[in-house]
T-cell receptor, first 116, second 111 residues
């Protein structure tokens, strides 16, 4: 159990376009989801915390107008990279957490974004 | 700033040998977690050790925690080529229990 999926797994887009990444908890309801960014050979950097039905909380230095997060249901959170530029190319990973077990986060497989 | 700092940054060993990775952190914690990441993939939760525990085992994994030194170690015994991956420690912080990850150790197990 506790499977988290991400879609798409890979996306290549032109500079200036917007890209939406979906994060779904497949067999549980996630009250909280997290979005991370990871550059090659580096660690995960938390971008934002997303609670169902409320606005996301962004980490310092993360532009909320650039990275739009929507957590409309208990099983789905989306990250939209608006007006993408080459420097936005990265590996984006989401995770989901169940309220009754706040210690454990379940991670999605990640989305590789390449902006040309 | 990074809460967890792993060392070494990279470790290369032969199959069958043991691999030890260390993690240090800065603030007080409720628990510390270890994750594995295969290249280009998501993270897999390996083991969680609580602040009142000193040692924990799971299969070939052994984790220790020394809260006085603010450090933890992950030992993988009898390593296999399939253990090749990056290993990260992480600590939950704040009211949202968000995880802060260390820089990770890239483990390569040569067959």
């Amino acid at each position: 159990g506790a499977v988290v999926s991400q879609h798409p797994s890979r996306v290549i887009c032109k500079s200036g376009t917007s890209v939406k990444i979906e994060c779904r908890s497949l067999d549980f309801q996630a009250t909280t989801m997290f979005w991370y960014r990871q550059f090659p050979k580096q660690s995960l950097m938390l971008m934002a915390t997303s609670n169902e039905g409320s606005k996301a909380t962004y980490e310092q230095g993360v532009e909320k107008d650039k990275f739009l997060i929507n957590h409309a249901s208990l099983t789905l959170s989306t990250l939209t990279v608006t007006s993408a530029h080459p420097e936005d190319s990265s590996f984006y990973i989401c995770s989901a957490r169940i309220q009754i077990d706040i210690d454990t986060q379940y991670f999605g497989p990640g989305t590789r974004l390449t902006v040309l | 700033s990074q809460q967890g700092e792993e060392d070494p940054q990279a470790l290369s060993i032969q199959e069958g040998e043991n691999a030890t990775m260390n993690c240090s952190y800065k603030t007080s914690i409720n628990n510390l977690q270890w994750y594995r990441q295969n290249s280009g993939r998501g993270l897999v939760h390996l083991i969680l050790i609580r602040s009142n525990e000193r040692e924990k085992h799971s299969g070939r994994l052994r984790v220790t925690l020394d809260t006085s030194k603010k450090s933890s170690s992950l030992l993988i015994t009898a390593s296999r080529a399939a253990d090749t991956a990056s290993y990260f420690c992480a600590t939950p912080q704040g009211s949202n229990y968000k995880l802060t990850f260390g820089k990770g150790t890239l483990l390569t197990v040569n067959p």
